[in-house]
């Protein structure tokens, strides 16, 4: 079984770049059957998907966000990446990443890292 | 793309059935048939416990059912034991390999 491990920078001051690195361990990254997720929660409140990203590189954002944010992939290092530009502190949140299984019809988010808090303070 | 609807919370007693509404809109969940449902506990990740509408991942009890009419996506869940208490999202996926996740619901066992 496939496991997920989100890691990076607890706390991030305003105006900052966020980086956070999601590491695949238990199966391989090069997949056809899954896409990469990021999804936050700020506190006490819904999740929200980020974006996504199949392991050719090919990546996929929230509208809303897409100005500020970029997904990359790393397979020779079975890990995935987020770069979140410009924090604020409606940014503070639990940051998840997640596989998309999207074989079988299932399309869903099968498997989830711990989730890493991140607080954006200066 | 707006969060999809869900009631705040529900309640029911031990046994009970409770069912948990998720509303979107036509170019959504009303569109597509990849509706999947999460459980989850305070302080933990999420957890899948419906995909594609109706389908049970292995693992998740049976007493876990989902179905789907136009808009609207529901989480039924039966015989309501005191592990179920939880927050439950539910998630649609809107074309364009884009998703929406539901505002959240609030299960609680009385």
Known sequence: QQQLQESGPGLVKPSETLSLTCTVS??????????WAWIRQPPG????????????????????????????????NNQFSLKWRSMT?????????????????VDAFDVWGRGTPVTVSS | ???????????????????????????????????????QHPGKAPRLMIYAVTQ??????????GSKSGNTASLTISGLQAE??????CCSYAGSFIYVFGTGTKVTVL
Do not use: M
């Not at chain 2, 046994?15 to 036509?26: E, F, K, L, N, P």
């Not at chain 2, 179920?84 to 999202?89: I, R, S, V």
């Open chain 1, 26 to 35: 238990g199966g391989s990254i090069s997949s056809s059957s899954y896409y």
């Open chain 2, 84 to 89: 179920d208490e939880a927050d439950y999202y």
């Open chain 2, 56 to 65: 049970r991942p292995s693992g998740v009890p049976d007493r876990f059912s």
């Open chain 2, 1 to 39: 793309q707006s969060a999809l609807t869900q009631p705040r919370s529900v309640s029911g007693s031990p046994g009970q059935s409770v069912t948990i509404s998720c509303t979107g809109a036509r170019n959504d969940l009303g569109h597509y048939n990849y509706v999947s449902w999460y459980q």
């Open chain 1, 45 to 76: 409140k819904g999740l929200e998907w980020i974006g996504s990203i199949f392991y050719d590189g090919h990546s996929y954002y929230k509208p809303s966000l897409e100005s500020r944010v970029t997904i990359s992939v790393d397979t020779s």
């Open chain 1, 89 to 105: 502190a409606a940014d503070t949140a639990v940051y998840y990443c997640a596989r998309l299984l999207v074989d079988w019809d």
